[in-house]
C-alpha cells in the first residue's frame, strides 16, 4: 500500500520561513494546510500554490482556537523581527503564549505531531560563548525584547508540559538568525535592511559600533533542518543555525563590497538590551539529525541580494 500522504498545518505559512517551508513540502506532494494573519506574511509568497490540489489557505489568528484534522503542525506564527515584534508587544506576548497553546490543544486533540519555531532569543543577552542547548540564558523580564523573548520560552514550557502531561509528540527547535529570499524590505532585520540600503545607494545604519556578532544562516539549511527535525524520534530543543559568527560591522563592509564599496556606515544607538553576542552550538543537531549547514554566507548573501534587486527591481551597476 502506498504510504498515506501527510496532512501539514503550517501556522505562519505566508511569512518569510513559513513560505519556503511550504514550498519544501508542496514540493515533497504532501498536503499543506497554510494558516496565518498576514500581520508580516504575504499572500504573494505562497499564491503559486492557490488552486493547487493539495493546498489550502486559512486567514485566521492562532490566538483563537481552531478545529482541523491534521497529522504535523509546524507552529511558526509570530513575528520575528525586532520592529515587528515591538508594534505591539502585548499581541507579540498574546500570540506567543495562546497560540502556542491553541497549536498544542488542537495537536493533542488530533493526535498530531507539533515543531515549535523556537528562537535563540531565549538566551536573552548569554554570559556564555557560544551557546549550546543547556544554557538557561539571560533574560531581561520587563525590556522592549522580552515580548518576544519571554513569549518564546513560556511557549516552550508549554510544549514541554504537554508532553509530560498528554504525551504529545513535540519538537522544539532553536533558530538562530536566518536570512534569504522573502524577506520584508522594511522588515528592520540587519541582512535585509543593509541589502536594501546598499541597493538603495543609501549609508548602512550600524547599530552601536557594530562590535556585535551574529551568526547567519541561510534559509535552505534552516528548512533543511527544521525537516529532519520534525522527521525524527528526539523532541529537543534542538539549535538550528550556522556557527560561522561575525561582527555586525564586518556583515555591512561584506555587503558594502558585494553591491556598492563607495557607500559610508553610519553609527545609530544601540537597541535596549541587543545581545552582544551570539553563536549556536549545534553538536546536538548534527549529531542526532544528521544536519549541517552547507551554504556560507558569502553565497547565502549572493543568491539574496539578487533576489531584492528583482523584488525592488534594481538593475545592475
Ligand atoms: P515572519 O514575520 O516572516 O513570519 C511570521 C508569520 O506569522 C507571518 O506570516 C505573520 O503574518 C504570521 N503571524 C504573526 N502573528 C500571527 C498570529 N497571531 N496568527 C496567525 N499568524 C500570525 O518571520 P519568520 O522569520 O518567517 O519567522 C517565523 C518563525 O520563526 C517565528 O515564530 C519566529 O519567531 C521564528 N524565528 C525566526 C528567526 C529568523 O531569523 N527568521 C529566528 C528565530 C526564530
Ligand atoms: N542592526 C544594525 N543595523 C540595522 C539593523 C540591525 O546594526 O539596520 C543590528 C542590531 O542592533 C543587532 C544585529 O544587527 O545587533 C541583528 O539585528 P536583527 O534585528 O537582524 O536581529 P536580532 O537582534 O533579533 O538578532
Redesign the pocket.
Same mark, same amino acid.
Given at each position: 500500500m502506498a504510504p498515506l500522504v501527510k496532512r501539514n498545518l503550517i =501556522?505562519?505559512?505566508?511569512?518569510?520561513?513559513?513560505?519556503h517551508l511550504v514550498d519544501r513540502l508542496m514540493k515533497a506532494d504532501e498536503e499543506v494546510i497554510c494558516?496565518? !494573519?498576514?500581520?508580516?506574511?504575504?499572500k504573494e !509568497?505562497i499564491s503559486h500554490w492557490i488552486g493547487h490540489p493539495r493546498f489550502e489557505l486559512i486567514r485566521?489568528?492562532?490566538?483563537e482556537p481552531i478545529k482541523l484534522e491534521v497529522d504535523r503542525i509546524w507552529?511558526?506564527?509570530?513575528?520575528?523581527?525586532p520592529v515587528?515584534?515591538q508594534f505591539n508587544p502585548i499581541? =507579540?506576548a498574546? =500570540?506567543s503564549f495562546l497560540?502556542t497553546y491553541n497549536m498544542l490543544g488542537l495537536a493533542r486533540r488530533v493526535g498530531a505531531r507539533i515543531l515549535l519555531?523556537? =528562537?535563540?532569543?531565549v538566551y536573552g543577552d548569554p554570559e556564555i560563548h557560544p551557546q549550546s542547548e543547556d544554557y538557561r540564558g539571560c533574560v531581561n523580564t520587563i525590556g522592549p525584547r522580552s515580548c518576544?523573548d519571554e513569549g518564546?520560552r513560556i511557549s516552550e514550557t508549554l510544549c514541554f508540559d504537554y508532553q509530560r502531561m498528554h504525551a504529545t509528540e513535540i519538537r522544539v527547535m532553536?533558530?538562530? !538568525?536566518?536570512?534569504g529570499p522573502?524577506?520584508?524590505p522594511d522588515?528592520g532585520?540587519v541582512v535585509s535592511n543593509f541589502i536594501v540600503q546598499a541597493l538603495r545607494g543609501l549609508p548602512l545604519t550600524l547599530y552601536g559600533d557594530g562590535s556585535q556578532t551574529r551568526s547567519f544562516?541561510y534559509?535552505d539549511d534552516?528548512i533543511e533542518g527544521m525537516i529532519s527535525f520534525m522527521n525524527s524520534d528526539c523532541c529537543g530543543p534542538f539549535n538550528i543555525g550556522n556557527p560561522e559568527e561575525f561582527t555586525i560591522r564586518e556583515l555591512a563592509e561584506l555587503i558594502l563590497l558585494k553591491i556598492n564599496p563607495r557607500l559610508s556606515l553610519i553609527e545609530q544607538p544601540l537597541p535596549a538590551d541587543d545581545p552582544m553576542q551570539r553563536r549556536p552550538v549545534i553538536d546536538l543537531a548534527r549529531r542526532e539529525l544528521g544536519w549541517n549547514p552547507r551554504v556560507s554566507l558569502n553565497q547565502g548573501l549572493d543568491d539574496t541580494i539578487e533576489w531584492f534587486r528583482r523584488a525592488l527591481d534594481i538593475k545592475n551597476p
Open positions: =501556522t505562519g505559512g505566508a511569512g518569510f520561513l513559513g513560505s494558516l496565518d !494573519n498576514y500581520f508580516t506574511g504575504r !509568497n485566521h489568528d492562532v490566538t507552529h511558526l506564527a509570530c513575528p520575528a523581527s515587528h515584534y499581541k =507579540t498574546k =500570540t497560540g519555531a523556537s =528562537t535563540s532569543e518576544y518564546k532553536r533558530i538562530f !538568525n536566518t536570512y522573502r524577506m520584508l522588515d532585520r544562516c534559509v534552516l
